[in-house]
């Protein structure tokens, strides 16, 4: 998790306008003090009342104003505080300090690209202003821009090197794009300067966790713990590596947390996921899913999912990929057989088969990528429309584009894989740009894979139909769907469907399946998938450095009584 910086305070303490002819100077001079000692203790209420009467002396005064909106923004009032700060810049236009901390309450309230731009003024004002290079590195990551982010938390420690916030967030950057050496590196530094930091505690045991070392990760989450016994990010992960009984002191801090109304409701969603998976080692499954209830719906409430319009997608792009587009370009795009995609709903086993491939000593395993989405939205016409303006060069400059935005493959790798889930709704466009890649399509009961996205707290907000029931139903359903119809337009060979249940009953059988349909030499090595050390960041983190175990398959059985919404959409499909 990235954190961005403090409120700005305005620099010095700014002196009564000549213009406030109103009251007397002396009388602002009092009020001024007297909202900077409520200010100072925290009592931004008081604060807000006299900043009021402020104003209405000195209405022009443009500092006034913007602490105004300070006090408002302490409250969590966003909205009359991003008002008080835009008449602040009205009045003031080039402080760099009212650009950024109006920056700082556009990026609590998720509106990214005004942020960013009141970031990038402030610093066109204040070139060497650490704080606004930080924040402005936390909104590009929150829109995927992580190179771009990468080089603002750079110049924040250029400018700032003791800036622990900066060194952390440049790690949670560098974790994200797999230099896990160097995001170490920085997660240290953050503690060195600042031996305290809980989140930096936090972040560098999930790094720890996705390179397989569960006992030094559990070691981190408990230090983060112990310096913020609250932390609800670090309460969820260590529920993650670790198996609970009731008498342990952290269930019982976990209940109080989520019995208590001190937690803010952004982080309540963390406390009652965990609070889940510790009911559910318990055996208390009534409890756990009544926490799973809570926990979803309030996710559910921070997210924008269009649900109309996600589904209008999934019709357009089959509409798009008809069984005519394949005829006419049987031999497009690049004839690399480098890539191997692992694709299908999330939860459904891919984490699985890509550690499976990835222990071949051929096989690379990269993980989630963005690539494809991005190449296929590269241009002026976006996915799934694109499709329908190339030509077989265009399909074949695809192929080449993606292929060169892999990453570097260790020596000795000839083969990569990109285990991005959702590239199930691209296996057309696949088809179309690499005709000779493999494509691995993962399987699982429709119930246990509904259930399974329904137990996890998903990052970067990029399962957003996975957090209600019905929801969730309806969006396997299209799902479903669109598989049948790549089955139906696209040819025999295009794709591999593997079920989870299968490689769980007869694990080396279809290990070698999956490995000869990748035109490799078997290897015995895929038999030992979770003694393989790679970085592995999905949600099976933990559960791919074990072996296979029979628990997760008709796991839904322990819930049946909860499921009632899910059941009533998968039954109107027959997929229950």
């Not at 602490?67 to 009032?77: D, E, F, M, P």
Request: charged share 25%; hydrophobic share 40%.
């Amino acid at each position: 998790m990235e954190i961005p910086g403090k409120v700005s305070g305005l620099p010095g303490e700014p002196a009564p306008p000549h213009e406030a002819r109103q009251g007397s100077i002396a009388e602002l001079e009092e009020l001024i003090a007297l909202a900077a000692q409520h200010q100072n203790n925290k009592q931004f209420d008081k604060a807000e009342e006299i900043y009021r009467r402020i104003v209405t002396i000195a209405p022009n005064w443009a500092e006034a104003h913007c602490n105004l909106a300070t006090a408002l923004h302490r409250q969590g009032k966003l909205e009359p505080a991003v008002e008080c700060y835009r008449l602040a810049l009205v009045l003031k236009p080039n402080l760099a300090e009212i650009h950024y901390n109006l920056a700082n309450v556009l990026a609590e309230q998720n509106q990214l690209l005004e942020a960013v731009a009141h970031y990038e003024t402030a610093l066109a004002l204040r070139p060497d202003y650490a704080e606004a290079h930080n924040n402005l590195g936390v909104a590009l990551r929150n829109q995927q821009r992580c190179d771009e982010a990468r080089a603002h938390y750079e110049c924040a420690l250029a400018f700032k090197p003791d800036y622990a916030e900066a060194h952390n967030n440049l790690g949670t950057t560098l974790q994200a794009q797999g230099k896990f050496e160097e995001a170490a590196s920085h997660y240290e530094s953050a503690l060195v300067l600042k031996p305290d930091f809980a989140l930096a505690h936090n972040n560098l045991g999930t790094l720890l966790k996705n390179q397989g070392q569960l006992n030094a990760a559990l070691a981190e989450y408990e230090k983060a713990l112990a310096l913020a016994p609250n932390h609800a990010e670090a309460h969820y992960n260590r529920a993650e590596v670790v198996t609970f009984r009731e008498d342990d002191a952290s269930f019982q801090a976990l209940a109080s947390l989520a019995a208590g109304t001190t937690t803010p409701r952004k982080e309540r969603v963390y406390i009652h996921f965990a609070l889940a998976k510790a009911l559910d080692d318990i055996g208390d499954r009534a409890r756990s899913f009544e926490q799973l209830l809570i926990g979803n719906a309030l996710k559910r409430e921070e997210l924008g999912y269009d649900e109309g319009r996600t589904h209008a997608a999934f019709r357009l792009i089959r509409d798009v990929f008809d069984a005519g587009v394949f005829r006419r370009f049987p031999d497009a795009g690049d004839p690399s057989t480098v890539p191997i995609f692992v694709l299908g709903m999330p939860r459904s086993g891919s984490t699985l088969i890509e550690q499976i491939l990835a222990s071949h000593p051929s096989v690379h395993g990269a993980g989630e990528l963005r690539n494809l989405d991005l190449i296929a939205n590269s241009g002026p016409v976006l996915y799934p429309e694109c499709a329908s303006q190339l030509d077989a060069d265009g399909f074949r400059r695809l192929g080449e584009a993606y292929l060169a935005s892999l990453p570097a493959m260790p020596q000795g790798k000839s083969r990569i894989t990109d285990k991005s889930p959702m590239n199930f709704l691209r296996v057309g466009l696949i088809r179309l740009i690499l005709p000779n890649a493999r494509v691995i399509h993962t399987v699982r009961d429709p119930i246990d894979t509904c259930i399974s996205c329904f137990s996890k707290l998903f990052t970067d907000d990029n399962m957003p139909f996975s957090y209600d029931l019905a929801e969730l139903g309806r969006y396997y359903r299209s799902y479903s769907k669109l598989m049948t119809h790549w089955q139906s337009v696209l040819p025999p060979d295009s794709m591999l469907a593997v079920s989870y249940e299968d490689v769980v009953a007869n694990f080396e059988e279809q290990a070698r399946r999956l490995v000869d349909y990748c035109h490799l030499n078997w290897d015995d090595r895929c038999l030992s998938f979770h003694k393989t050390r790679r970085p592995v960041t999905t949600a099976s983190a933990v559960q791919v450095r074990q072996p296979l175990f029979q628990s997760s398959v008709h796991r839904w059985h322990r819930y049946k009584d909860y499921l009632e919404p899910l059941f009533a959409e998968l039954d109107a499909s027959g997929l229950s």
